[in-house]
Every structure is written in C-alpha cells, then in structure tokens.
C-alpha cells in the first residue's frame, strides 16, 4: 500500500510521539509498502531509508494555525496515487481532516495523548487530575497557567478548540488510540471508529544502540528516571519514592523541566547521591536503561502509553512504575514489573526490585517476553488489516 504518515514530531530530536512514528515507518516499509513521512520537524530527507519531506519555517509557539495550514497544503499535494494519510498527532490530524473529503485518500488518525478531551493535552491541572473539560472544570485548569481576568475569554475559547478538534475527528475514516484507556476517553465523548493500536518497538534495533558504549558516565549500580521535570510525570514524587525503597545507589535523572531545582534541593536534603546531567539523546537513554539496576516512573497523569516503558521491556530493564492510565496495559505487574497505586507503594516495589536479585531477574525475564507483543511481527498485521480496511 502507499501510505502516508504526516506528524508534528519527528527524529532526529523528538519524544516519544516522534520516535513511536519512525518505528511504525521503518516497519510499514520493511513489510514491502511505500512510505512517506510528511513533518514540521527539522532534519534529514531520509530515514532509514523512508523519504521525508520537511516543511520548514512554520514551527514554535504561536504557529499552531500556520502549521495546520502547511499540513493541508502538503497533503495535498501529497494526495494524489496515496492510498491512505495516516496523522500522527493534533495538528497533522486537522490539517490532513482540512481537505475536502471527495479530494483526499482515507485519512486516519492516531491519537497519542488527550488532546481531543483536554484543552492542554494532559488532562491535569493546578490541583491534580481533571475530572472533565466543563466550565467549573476550566476554570480550574486556568489557574497557574493565565491570569483568571481572561477566564471570560479563554474559557470559550478552549471550547470551541475542543469542538473543532472533535468534529474533525468525526470525519476521519479510523481513529487508533494508543492504548484501550485512550480508547475509552475517545468514545466516552462520541468519537467514531476508534481501534486501539499500541505502539511498536523494534527489540533488535533497541537493543543493538544500548549495547553500544554510553557517552554519560554512568555509576556501576544506579536507579534511572527519564522523562521531562514536570508535574504529570511525577518529578515531585521521584526523590521521596527512592527515599522510601532506601537503596543506597545513586539517582541518575535524564531530563530537564521546571521541577529540576525542586529534585535537586530534596536529594539534597534526604541524602540521596543525584547525578543529573540533563536531557540525553535518545542512544544515551537506551544505553542507560539497559545499565540500569531498577528504571523507576512516577508518572501521575493518565499515562497514554509511554515510550520510556516501551523500550524498558525491550531492553529488559527492572521497571517499578504508578499505575496510570494505560501503564497497565504495558506491564504485567509482579510478571514485567512492578505496578504501584500510591508513591510509598511505588518507593516500596523500588526497594524490592534493587534488594531482591529473585524479583529483579523474574521482571527482567519478564519484560522482554511482554515486548514481543509489541513488536512488528505482532502489530504490523493489525494496522495492515486496518489500512486494507478503511481504504
């Protein structure tokens, strides 16, 4: 088939999203179709072998409407002989559902966070987890992002945000959730034909990168965390959750975020080693998490499905992590991890994990038998089928 993938992130410098949708390419193309990556993001016309066609100059902040624009137009220029356009994210999304419906391939869409039911994709506020995008509810998620003076204005405009973005949903031929949790937020709000599809990892690929030698210095024994500073990924709950598994092993931290000063001050005060060299590529990551004695993931926010997790089980990294959103879809607990409801909890399958060599090894076994399932092998048949399908 001839496909089209059209997304806001893409390596070379890319999160999860972006590096979710190289695998999907580099897997749709090693299964004999012809694909094409259409991106906003910077760098190379190729990767691993996929064309690349990069549209430059509409980036950044405040260009969200430039960049939908460029979306719809590349599209459609891309449209002709294309079998299906396949949006990985919320602006590729609107710019591909932007072209007139008798004009363009099926389009489908991924949908990799909460963008259709959270004005600012979290769904968290202030004060924790939002309940739901209403007014009360909007209120609340204003506060510490702007000034409540522009209540009376932001609040319908986030409204109609979110109907714009779910009536565009309304006209794709599929939607994929990546993970069943997703999946029940988008129908919960009357989205149409949605298909939960998880991402793919490549173990053999992960694996030959983390063998290589890492450019950090790295401790011999360390607890690894990785993801952004921030409140959703639990970057408050990291230090307490290591001082309660009491492990006398440093702390390395790969990422950078608002909450930095906070986890240096507490490691500080508890005593905990920190090594803290900030955000590392993504070879670096791999490198460490297959070094790593126990990978631990606070994560607070309903966690979509998380790509750190993901390539934790190819590696066969111990993975103590909260239990959120679609986390448990991803780990069997006490199998290909350890599942925690609160952070003692989580401190406490820490702890387990880094004294106990018998649970360390049972979850490293694990892990890599439950990647299997995400593998190409597994999943490039199901989204096959549903291209076939829709097109």
Request: glycine share 10%; proline share 7%; net charge positive.
């Amino acid at each position: 088939m001839r496909i089209t993938l059209a997304t806001e992130v893409f390596p070379p410098k890319a999160g999860g999203a972006g590096w979710s949708t190289r695998a999907l390419a580099l897997a749709l193309k090693g299964a004999g179709h012809d694909v094409r990556v259409v991106t906003t993001a910077a760098g190379e016309d190729n990767e691993g072998g996929v064309p690349v066609r990069r549209i430059q100059g509409v980036s950044g902040p405040g260009r969200r409407g430039p960049m939908i624009e460029a979306f719809r137009s590349a599209l459609k220029k891309e449209s002709s002989g294309r079998d299906v356009i396949h949006a990985q994210h919320s602006l590729s999304a609107l710019g591909a559902l932007a072209l007139p419906e008798a004009d363009r391939p099926r389009v489908i869409v991924t949908v990799r966070d909460h963008w259709p039911v959270c004005f600012w994709s979290t769904r968290m506020s202030r004060g924790g987890l939002c309940p739901e995008c209403t007014t009360v509810g909007m209120w609340r998620c204003i506060e510490g992002r702007l000034p409540k003076v522009v209540a009376p204005v932001a609040i319908p405009y986030m409204k109609r945000d979110l109907a714009l973005k779910r009536g565009s949903l309304n006209r794709a031929d599929a939607v994929i959730a990546v993970s069943e949790a997703i999946a029940d937020e988008l129908r919960a709000v009357g989205i149409p034909r949605v298909t939960a599809l998880p991402n793919i990892v490549d173990a053999a690929e992960v694996n030959r990168i983390a063998g290589e030698k890492p450019t950090l210095a790295l401790p011999e024994r360390f607890v690894l965390f990785v993801g952004k500073l921030e409140a959703n990924k639990g970057a408050r709950d990291l230090v307490p959750a290591v001082r309660k598994a009491g492990v006398r092993i440093p702390l390395v931290v790969l990422g950078s975020g608002s909450e930095e000063p906070l986890i240096r001050e507490s490691a500080a005060k508890e005593g905990i080693e920190l090594v803290m060299p900030g955000w590392a590529e993504r070879a670096d990551v791999l490198r460490a998490m297959k070094r790593a004695t126990a990978l631990v993931f606070p994560s607070t926010w309903p966690e979509p499905f998380s790509r750190v997790l993901l390539e934790a089980l190819a590696l066969g990294t111990p993975i103590a992590a909260m239990n959120t959103g679609g986390t448990a879809e991803l780990i069997e607990d006490g199998i290909s991890g350890l599942l925690a409801e609160t952070v003692d909890a989580l401190g406490a399958s820490l702890g387990r994990i880094v004294h106990d060599s018998s649970v360390r090894d049972k979850v490293v076994e694990g892990a890599m038998e439950r990647a299997r399932a995400f593998s190409p092998e597994v999943l490039i048949p199901k989204y096959e089928a549903l291209y076939r399908r829709v097109a």
